[in-house]
């Protein structure tokens, strides 16, 4: 996590820095509130961007499903209901078809580096912009897009063959990991994060591609899915932090 954190807090400070007057951002992110991302985050992303702005801008973090769910942040950051998200835009393969790749490129990368350069370096930022001009008519601005973490897959049964996935219900994000998971003989299915527990407890599904092995376990999963795969096949969600166009147009130099 700290590489993610310091990765986007490194390109959204140096851009946020220009604020003239104090700003408070309300930013929904998709992390749960008990996550311990969410904490890490709160305890050392959002002193460290007051610190280097000289206070002239703050954030309010708010947990997944907060104001909206997950795939509605680009409308409502668009909208002005929310003046960012910091969120995994795997929750987006449904409004934009890019969003299926650049979301989670399933074992694509092998550390979080890669998937840094890629964005700083590779022209995933510009990509991921033009995504989300697509859905959102230019009215987000994409500051920055990073690796997350290497997932987990808690499981209430063994999962330690391939042929141990045929016929098993996996909970999946869309696009791209749904269709790994279908061709690897398992039947995907889209649950919202926040049922995933109940989801695995009742038996709903065998398995759950949900996050970071730490944030499982900080939330109970291994209680009712005491088989957790990791590192997994899965590789590492691409998250993004996003501002609305008109409020980043007032912090900036030129606004």
């Known amino acids: 996590m700290k590489l993610v954190a310091t990765a986007l807090l490194a390109a959204s400070v140096s851009a946020l820095a220009t604020a003239s007057h104090a700003e408070n951002l309300s930013i929904q992110t998709s992390f749960n509130a008990g996550d311990f991302s969410t904490q890490y985050l709160t305890e050392n992303w959002l002193p460290k961007i007051e610190k ?6 703050t954030i309010t973090l708010t947990p997944n499903g907060s104001v909206v769910p997950s795939r509605e942040t680009p409308e409502a950051v668009a909208a002005g209901v929310l003046d960012g998200d910091f969120t995994s835009v795997n929750y987006f393969a449904g409004l934009e078809p890019a969003y ?3 979301g989670d490129l399933i074992s694509g990368y092998d550390t979080p580096e890669q998937m840094i350069g890629f964005c700083k370096d590779g022209g995933g930022e510009a990509m991921m912009q033009k995504a989300a001009d ?11 897009c990073g690796p997350y973490s290497r997932e987990a897959l808690p499981a209430r049964v063994p999962i330690r063959t391939f042929e141990d996935l045929q016929g098993k219900k996996i909970r999946s994000p ?10 690897a003989g398992a039947s995907p299915v889209s649950i919202p994060f926040s049922e995933v527990f109940g ?5 709903i599904v065998d398995a759950a591609d949900a996050s970071a092995y730490v944030n499982n376990d900080a939330t109970g999963l291994h209680d009712v899915a005491p088989y957790p795969l990791y590192p997994g096949i899965h590789s590492m969600p691409s998250m993004q932090f996003t501002i609305n166009k008109a409020k980043w147009d007032e912090l900036s130099e030129d606004g």
């Open 199 to 203: 989801a695995l407890e009742k038996g």
């Open 134 to 144: 697509a859905v959102t008519g230019g009215e987000v601005k994409v500051v920055a």
């Open 100 to 102: 299926a790749i650049m």
């Open 52 to 57: 280097m702005t000289d206070g002239r801008v």
């Open 174 to 183: 869309e696009g791209l990991a749904a269709a790994v998971f279908e061709a």
